[in-house]
């Protein structure tokens, strides 16, 4: 550094507008961008992305209370169905969630989306024109799974073992090991989940069930391998 020299950076953070809500954050520059947003010169490199747990992801929206902060539509809508919003129990927050899917919200699609929450959501991240795949997409697009097109070419990584499977993967990708050994020993950041409860602690057979219906096409998507 005395002769002037400057480290590079092993990587490049680049902040996109958040496209996915209508609420107040629309347009705010976060990290938390979707592979549409890639711009085209780049859209040949490797893309990663995490995935989760269904049910435990569930689990971490509602410890994190994000919903109770930014609603995302008339909370005179809402309250005819759930008046104690936004002080709702676990069971009464999954069945707002699906009820008010707020995908289906977006002016780009405005219409009731035949899939679960989290399922849009992993529609609007990784598939290609992603707004027009959930404006458009009806049973006979799901039966005759034309969504298997559609999916850009994601690595995922499996939250559950994320330290080591982040390791894998930049192995993958040409970084000595010495570059990236302290990941296998880096601690969990965010974690909104209670150390001390499972799935089962949240989990109603009856609301599982729920889940397994409403977001069949992401457990699907999820089970396929890179």
Known sequence: FKLGLKKQEHFQ???LPN???I???KDFMNEHGICDQIPED????????IKRDVFARYISIYNYEHWKKWPFLDL???REKFPKYPELGFEEFVRFLIEFNPLSYLPQINRKIPVGPLT???ILFYFKNSFQVLKKMDAEY????????DRYKVHFLDQANLNKDLYDFLLQMGYEKNRIAYILDAPKTNNSTPKDKGVD???SEELKALVLKEESLLFELNAIEN
């Open 23 to 25: 609420s107040e954050r």
């Open 142 to 149: 799901l039966s005759e799974k034309k969504y298997l097109a």
């Open 13 to 15: 953070n680049l902040l």
């Open 42 to 49: 780049h859209k040949s490199k490797p893309i990663a992305s």
């Open 19 to 21: 496209i996915r809500t």
């Open 76 to 78: 005179e809508i809402v």
């Open 201 to 203: 602690d949240y989990f």
């Open 120 to 122: 849009s959501q992993y």
